[in-house]
């Protein structure tokens, strides 16, 4: 499934200052019946967001009309448990298009990798930046540059690398999953095959 390129985000950001976030409160395991990857974004931490009669949480940050943002900035150690696709997708489905941490769990990774939410992976000391920037002005921006790998604060002008593998920094500046990708060489693949004997 494609989605949209990803290029320079600049976005401000929504703050969630909890560490060891599992895929269980990303999504939780009663909402994973679905095979499709639409709708998912109304269950996002639907225990954290939502009261057992369906009303909603005021204390929660998503609840909290002050934050907005492309840009989710999550604690150390972010989307551990489970090895499910679903609270990858339920973070894009949202409007997330990069989740910020000090930390993220290989598989969570690579799921996002595979659907276009960049994960950046930025030290405790920038980490704990972001979250004064944002505690300071909610509406201030971070810019996320895949071309050169950098994270900034732009109120402070503060910014750090992060590191993507290649095949995957590719796939996400053409908006390409692994699907995708082998569509777009289909004719190299094809040339090869025909050159190549038995």
């Known amino acids: 499934m494609a989605y949209d390129k990803f290029n320079i985000l600049t976005s401000s950001a929504v703050p969630l200052p909890i560490e060891n976030v599992d895929t269980d409160q990303i999504i939780p395991a009663r ?5 499709e990857r639409k709708g998912f974004g109304d269950n996002l931490f639907r225990d954290w967001r939502y009261n057992s009669d369906g009303t909603p949480k005021e204390q929660f940050v998503l609840n909290n009309p002050i934050y907005s943002g492309k840009i989710l ?10 090895s499910r696709e679903h609270a990858a997708w339920a973070v894009y489905d949202y409007g997330f298009r990069c989740v910020v941490s000090s930390f993220f769990a290989d598989i969570f990774r690579g799921n996002c990798l595979n659907i276009g ?3 950046v992976q930025v030290t405790p000391e920038f980490l704990d930046k972001i979250y004064k920037a944002i505690e300071a002005d909610p509406k201030t ?3 996320i540059n895949l071309p050169e790998q ?5 109120a402070t002008g503060e910014s750090e690398s992060f590191d993507i593998n290649d095949y995957k920094k590719d ?3 053409n908006g390409f999953d692994d699907i995708d990708y ?10 090869y095959a025909e050159n190549t004997p038995l």
Not at 182 to 191: A, V
């Open 171 to 173: 796939n996400m500046l």
């Open 182 to 191: 082998l569509l777009n060489i289909q004719d190299d693949i094809e040339k």
């Open 117 to 119: 939410v960049l994960p």
């Open 31 to 35: 909402f994973l019946k679905a095979t």
């Open 150 to 154: 950098k994270i900034t604060i732009l």
């Open 73 to 82: 900035v999550g604690g150390k150690n972010f989307g551990s448990g489970s």
């Open 141 to 143: 921006e971070l810019e």
